[in-house]
């Protein structure tokens, strides 16, 4: 659905995007993540057609971004940093406003109003006027603005920058809602947010792309045999630990802090193993209940902080695919 292909972007002198390539299927939510300054806003600006690159490529949807950024403009829908609300307009006019601007036909234009504000949970406050609103209810009429003439791509610059918790988890919530219907490429410098909501991640930094993973891989990064954690009740930790260690491609049984009743530990694979099924398969069998059993990996963090040490030198290999 998005293709980018050696994409840079220089501002006079400054390079603020170095030879990015990167593709988006359909339907996927991906996280652009990276520091402040780190290229996101520039990228996305290039991909929604509001500056031209400096040299490269990008595709939305089938249309070539320099050469056919009207077809592209159809099909996206953008949440710039600052949403480019009126405050002296009500959400209503406003969304009306943007809806004839993009040409949605105008017998149409109540009728998508009235869906974009109940799919946002906007429209109570439809007859507020915008400068009225709350921070949250703001991103919300600029997410409703993005959305109004249905675009298959959404690109969201830091949704949710700027919004208390509650807020946050609101718009999480929302963007989630949106993406059976659309692609979505959302920027954030929150770890947290990526792995909340997004399948899987870009991650910028200095202007080039260091990772591209599914959230779920970029956990086992740096770790090459799987490790999974374990709690089982119903039976000592000794003889737990003793059923484990038979278990077949097991590498080491590690304990962790048993809490009364309950025997923890963390179990290392040995190369290429996929322990899981036999773990759960052992502890059924002995007879003793599982209460817990999951992949560990490293934190998201150490692995983002890694990947955009400040200190990366120039030409060393990225990480990336
Ligand atoms: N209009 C501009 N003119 C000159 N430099 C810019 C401009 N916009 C951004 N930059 C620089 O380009 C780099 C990338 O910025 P940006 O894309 O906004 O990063 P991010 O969105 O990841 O914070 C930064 O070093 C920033 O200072
Ligand atoms: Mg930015």
Redesign the pocket.
Known sequence: MITVEGLT?R??R?V??KNISFEVGKGQIVGFL????????????VLTCFLPPTSGKANVAGFDVVEQSLEVRKRIGYLP?TPPLYPEMEVADYLVFVAKLKGIPSPEIRRRVDEVCDRTAIASVKNTIIGKLSKGYRQRVGIAQAIIHNPPVLIL??PTSGLDPEQQREARQLIASLSGDHTIIL?T?ILSEVEQSCSSVII?NN?EIVAVDSVENLHHRGRANEMVSIEVSGASPAAVRQRLEQVPGVARVISRDSREGVAAFEVEALENAFLRPHLARAVVEAGWDLNELKMVGESLEEIFLELTKSERKEGELAVAQ
């Open positions: 972007k501002y006079a400054h603020a995007v990276g520091k402040n300054g780190a290229g996101k806003t520039t990228t996305m600006r940093e610059d830091e920027s410098h910028i202007g």
